[in-house]
T-cell receptor
């Protein structure tokens, strides 16, 4: 079983819609959860992280964490064509030091 | 504040050769991690260094090695290159082991022919 699983997509949404990206993780010891965005040919950039159950909002982005269900999601409101990218979910547990475990990413396309 | 820098950005090597990649973390960051990214496998953790000590190592063969210097700069070395080593090699830095945020450099694109 993979540490972090994501639907590879592609996910297509129209401009202005809400994009919902999902991620599950296998180790209940995971403590911090991250969403990265990676444009084609570029390196991943951190969008936001969450470590407590519930929602965390940052601008148009909302991360949601449900530790009981081992589930993390990222909502992108008012999606823009510039949001078209691959979104990587990552988890970290301090017992593994600074090691991040990444999913393979979900490809998002926002259609103008 | 300058971001993570990696050199070189692109490399072409032949099978059997060795290669050294360099990473300079964000100023003040002491933890450097290395990842290999390929289309099929995604981002895979290679190793992590903190204060010149390797703290974690991923599931890669011994041909992959690294080190960190006293100024937190890090290098990774791959010996006896194989075709399957063709990948984007990413370095990420963070302030310390318990830091939440990890920032990636632009990567080194290695092609083995």
């Amino acid at each position: 079983q993979k540490e972090v699983e994501q639907n590879s997509g592609p996910l297509s949404v129209p401009e202005g819609a809400i994009a919902s990206l999902n991620c599950t993780y296998s180790d209940r010891g995971s403590q911090s959860f991250f969403w990265y965005r990676q444009y084609s040919g570029k390196s991943p950039e951190l969008i936001m992280f969450i470590y407590s159950n519930g929602d965390k909002e940052d601008g148009r982005f909302t991360a949601q964490l449900n530790k009981a269900s081992q589930y993390v999601s990222l909502l992108i409101r008012d999606s823009q064509p510039s949001d078209s990218a691959t979104y990587l979910c990552a988890v970290k547990r301090f017992s593994s030091g600074n090691q991040f475990y990444f999913g393979t990413g979900t490809s998002l396309t926002v259609i103008p | 504040k300058a971001g993570v820098t990696q050199t070189p950005r692109y490399l072409i090597k032949t099978r059997g050769q060795q290669v050294t990649l360099s990473c300079s973390p964000i100023s003040g960051h002491r933890s450097v991690s290395w990842y290999q990214q390929t289309p099929g496998q995604g981002l895979q953790f290679l190793f992590e260094y903190f204060s010149e000590t390797q703290r974690n190592k991923g599931n890669f063969p011994g041909r992959f090695s690294g080190r960190q210097f006293s100024n937190s700069r890090s290098e990774m070395n791959v010996s006896t290159l194989e075709l399957g080593d063709s990948a984007l090699y990413l370095c990420a830095s963070s302030q310390g082991v318990l830091s939440y945020e990890q920032y990636f450099g632009p990567g080194t694109r290695l092609t083995v022919t």
